[in-house]
């Protein structure tokens, strides 16, 4: 299917082989870097993900945050399992909706322009190798943005995200590499929820999906929300964040 029109974009191959901060020096390896990258296709996101992975694992640094939205995409687990997607591809393609197989973890989802997705290539090896931890703290840097926002939310036994009053707000889906992390969270905040009618998110009927406006019944700014994700995750995984312009 042909792409949507996008807004900012971020070139892959000009990245190079070293991350440098605004001020054009090298970023420490005790620090995080962190890029908003506006609005990419899904595609070209998990093309620069690759890309940093091998900056991360031949540099031995810590990782690099993306901040980003995408246009309509429904992305499937490396389960490969579309028993949840209710529509058929040509439906979607009518709709101008992509379809996707991913290869994280997790089951079907959907982004379209007012999630934040955060891109997470992070060096465990260089932290703590533990996987169930790494998630864990995710969940929280989500609770502690929301907490921020007067939004009260919290984690369901036995599912991976972040809920409010029994609706999901976030969702997780990882893959990990030699101890580095790939994909990370999405954060419903103004995006529009029909198109999660076209699924059955993350394969939860009981769980339907919320966001950030429809609970406080405003529009929230996504500036501000990207803000506070890049200080929650620096307070809640103990390192400096450098917000850097590009690659």
């Not at 605004?22 to 296709?41: A, H």
């Not at 790939?182 to 905040?189: A, E, I, P, R």
């Amino acid at each position: 299917m042909e792409s949507l029109k996008y807004g900012k974009t971020t070139d892959i191959n000009s990245i190079p082989e070293s991350i440098s901060d605004s001020s054009g020096s090298i970023l420490k390896t005790t620090s995080i870097s962190s890029l908003d990258c506006g609005l990419i296709p899904y595609k070209q996101a998990y093309e620069m993900q690759l890309k940093i992975f091998e900056i991360i694992k031949s540099e031995s640094r810590p990782g690099v945050i993306l901040l980003l939205e995408h246009n309509p995409v429904i992305t499937i687990g490396h389960n490969k399992n579309l028993k949840n997607l209710l529509v058929t591809e040509e439906e979607l393609k009518l709709k101008n909706i992509e379809l996707i197989q991913s290869d994280r973890g997790g089951d079907i989802t959907v982004h379209s322009p007012g999630q934040i997705v955060c891109y997470t290539i992070i060096n465990l090896a260089l932290m703590q190798k533990d996987l169930s931890l790494f998630v864990y703290n995710l969940e929280e840097v989500i609770i502690d943005v929301l907490k921020k926002f007067g939004i009260h939310a919290m984690r369901i036994k036995g599912c991976r995200g972040v809920f409010v009053n029994g609706y999901k707000i976030a969702s997780i889906g990882l893959k990990v590499k030699r101890w580095i992390t790939f994909h990370g969270f999405s954060l419903n905040v103004n995006n529009n929820l029909k198109y999660f009618d076209y699924i059955i998110a993350c394969g939860l009927r009981d769980h339907p999906q919320t966001s950030m406006k429809k609970i406080l019944k405003r529009p929230v700014n996504i500036l501000n929300i990207k803000e506070e994700i890049i200080k929650s995750f620096s307070n809640i995984f103990r390192i400096p964040v450098n917000k850097i312009e590009n690659f």
